[in-house]
């Protein structure tokens, strides 16, 4: 019996199938409700592996639709970082601008209240050797520069003109130590002379002891040098110095304009002279400043 098996065994298994589906065939077509045991088999096995399919695409889309969002934020990033680059560039040169229209306009200003010819000029160098006190400006002869001509800023003094060239002019500033400027203190009117000093700022000399100066007081030139007009700002009294017995008080004096940081200046013609010559400041002779 079992040699007859192994023999038609094929032969066996296939008429058992097909019996099989005949079977079921038949039950179906008899029944509203379908038998099918390897359908309810394959759909067991089916559904998980379907469901982790599903998981695993759904994750693969987040992650690759996370990876485009920050691509695109990064991109969006580095234009907005550009974008501010770009903007901060613009305020700057506006700021630039800016300033430049201000002092410029201020420079105009200067310049209508100032008498006889003037000429507007920038600063092209400061001497920084520490043996002279000088600037370099970009306008000379052919412009109407002159040695000894007045050069102011809308801050205050600034020197005057020492030598010239035919496009430049060397400016000998005021707190160089051979400069000096024939001012007022506007508050009393007291005279004297700013000096530039060897250890740097101003000195205010030759005021006489019995004259009203104090700590703050502002200092003008008097117009009465021959090269400074009138009325303009030299600085600031920052401290005072009285020797007993002496003839002359001195004070130091805070320049008014900031030499480090000029960029514009006007030179301004000599004005006439508005007194005669022995109304100048009384200067010492040398008898006594040794008895002073």
């Keep these: ?59 693969m889309i987040g992650t690759w639709q996370t990876y485009v969002d920050l691509v695109g934020v990064r991109q969006e990033r ?21 300033s430049q229209n201000a002092r410029l306009q201020a420079l105009l200003d200067l310049r209508e209240g100032m008498p006889g010819q003037s000429v507007a000029a920038r600063i092209t160098g400061i001497d920084a050797s520490g043996l002279f006190r000088t600037a370099t400006v970009n306008k000379g002869e052919r412009d109407g ?8 800023s809308p801050a205050g003094v600034v020197g005057r003109v020492v030598s010239t060239s035919p496009n430049a002019a060397r400016v000998l500033l005021l707190d160089d130590p051979s400069s000096g400027v024939d001012v007022l203190v506007q508050r009393s009117r007291a005279r004297g002379i700013v000096e530039g000093s060897l250890h740097g700022g101003c000195q205010l000399k ?31 009294i920052s401290r ?16 008014a304009v900031d030499f480090n940081k000029l960029e514009e200046v006007m030179v301004v013609e000599a004005p006439e002279n508005e007194v005669p010559p022995e109304a100048s400041p009384e200067v010492p002779t040398t008898a006594e400043q040794q008895g002073g």
């Excluded at 007859?4 to 029944?31: C, D, I, P, Q």
């Excluded at 580095?78 to 601008?97: D, F, G």
Aim: charged share 20%; hydrophobic share 45%; net charge positive.
């Design 1 to 59: 019996m079992l040699n007859l098996l192994r023999r038609y065994s094929v032969l066996f298994t296939t008429g058992t199938l097909l019996v099989v589906s005949l079977a079921l065939l038949v039950t179906n077509t008899r029944t509203s409700r379908r038998i099918d045991p390897l359908g309810v088999v394959f759909l067991e096995i089916i559904t998980p592996i379907s469901h982790l399919l599903s998981t695993v695409s759904s994750t």
């Design 78 to 98: 580095e234009w907005l970082r550009r974008r501010v680059r770009e903007l901060e560039s613009q305020a700057e040169r506006v700021a630039t601008v800016a």
């Design 206 to 236: 030759y005021v006489k002891h019995r004259e009203d100066i104090r700590v703050g007081d502002l200092v003008a030139t008097s117009g009465l040098d021959g090269i400074f007009p009138r009325g303009v700002v030299v600085g600031a």
């Design 145 to 152: 520069v002159q040695k000894g001509m007045a050069v102011v």
């Design 240 to 255: 005072l110095s009285r020797e007993e017995g002496g003839l002359f008080q001195t004070a130091e004096v805070e320049p």
